[in-house]
T-cell receptor, first 111, second 114 residues
Framework: QKEVEQDPGPLSVPEGAIVSLNCTYS??????FMWYRQYSRKGPELLMY????GNKEDGRFTAQVDKSSKYISLFIRDSQPSDSATYLC???????????FGIGTKLQVIP | EAQVTQNPRYLITVTGKKLTVTCSQN?????MSWYRQDPGLGLRQIYY???????DKGDVPEGYKVSRKEKRNFPLILESPSPNQTSLYFC?????????????FGPGTRLTVL
């Protein structure tokens, strides 16, 4: 079993839809949870991060962490064609160099 | 502009021909890493460095070497490349002051080994 599981998609939605992206993980010691966005032929860039459990909102994006279920989510409201990218979840132990990534979910928002 | 640069961006080579992929960052970050990204496997860490002259293996270090002689540079060396090292490679850096492990990635190097 992989430490981090993520559905690779692809996921196609119409413009304006609410998108839900998810990851599950097996290591209960993970404390930091991140979402990276990767456009085609580019490196990943940090989109959102959360520490431990709870929600965090930033504009159209909301990140949720449920440590009891070992489940994290990223919600995108009013999705735009510019949101078309691959979204990678990532998580790490506290004060530790190693970050474990999901394989990424490819999202396409159709105008 | 704060950035991580990699060179070359694209490389086609043959089995056994030594190559080096350079990585440089201008953010004065202490930590640097190399990842490879493969379909269905995601990003996997090859090597990382916590400071000058301090390096350690990641999840998939076989067939790779690194060095960290200067803080800004972290080259990846393939002494004898093989076809299974065909992949997309990313260099990343982060500040030791970052409490949530935010990493800044370079643009990637697409390597094909024939």
């Amino acid at each position: 079993q992989k430490e981090v599981e993520q559905d690779p998609g692809p996921l196609s939605v119409p413009e304006g839809a609410i998108v839900s992206l998810n990851c599950t993980y097996s290591n209960s010691a993970f404390q930091y949870f991140m979402w990276y966005r990767q456009y085609s032929r580019k490196g990943p860039e940090l989109l959102m991060y959360t520490y431990s459990s709870g929600n965090k909102e930033d504009g159209r994006f909301t990140a949720q962490v449920d440590k009891s279920s070992k489940y994290i989510s990223l919600f995108i409201r009013d999705s735009q064609p510019s949101d078309s990218a691959t979204y990678l979840c990532a998580m790490s132990l506290p004060s530790y160099q190693k970050v474990t990534f999901g394989i990424g979910t490819k999202l396409q928002v159709i105008p | 502009e704060a950035q991580v640069t990699q060179n070359p961006r694209y490389l086609i080579t043959v089995t056994g021909k030594k190559l080096t992929v350079t990585c440089s960052q201008n953010m004065n970050h202490e930590y640097m890493s190399w990842y490879r990204q493969d379909p269905g496997l995601g990003l996997r860490q090859i090597y990382y460095s916590m400071n000058v002259e301090v390096t350690d293996k990641g999840d998939v270090p076989e067939g790779y070497k690194v060095s960290r002689k200067e803080k800004r540079n972290f080259p990846l060396i393939l002494e004898s490349p093989s076809p299974n090292q065909t992949s997309l490679y990313f260099c990343a850096s982060r500040s030791k002051l970052s409490s949530y492990n935010e990493q800044f990635f370079g643009p990637g190097t697409r390597l094909t080994v024939l």
